[in-house]
């Protein structure tokens, strides 16, 4: 990201930078504890460990997912196939039964090439609407 943005300084700093933007969307995670228990819950990122670490400063992430899985835990990227193996595992699901959602297309194309069905975020009301039309919920 350094290269990409002709930034001079260490990496580092743009990850103390990017730590000062980084803010719960609470109204999805509202969201997220209204279906936690209906269905199974991860969450995945290729998030710097220094800005995964604020976050878990701010939240609990446990009270929100069932399993969390950083890439950087796992020295690979969040949509490589070893580490969707492991969730497939973790969780006993088969490609075809995961909805994977994220707000970058070309993840959701990665996900979609896995065999999983996938939900472009925009909103949270827009993800509300689409989950419980699949869930069958109110």
Do not use: R
């Amino acid at each position: 990201m350094a290269e990409k943005l002709k930034f001079k300084g260490h990496w580092s700093e743009l990850a103390k930078a990017n730590q000062k933007n980084l803010k719960p969307n609470q109204l999805l995670l509202d969201y997220i504890q209204t279906i936690k228990g209906k269905v199974c819950i991860a969450l995945f990122s290729n998030l710097d460990k220094t800005s995964i670490q604020a976050i878990k400063n701010k939240l609990n992430l446990q009270d929100y997912f069932e399993k969390v899985y950083f890439s950087y835990e796992h020295k690979i990227g969040k949509l490589e196939k070893q580490l969707i193996d492991k969730v497939l595992a973790d969780f006993k699901l088969k490609t075809e039964e995961v909805l994977f959602i994220d707000d970058f297309q070309g993840n959701l194309e990665k996900a979609e090439k896995y065999g999983m069905k996938t939900l472009l975020y925009t909103d949270v009301k827009t993800v509300k609407k689409e989950l419980n039309t699949l869930l069958k919920c109110d």
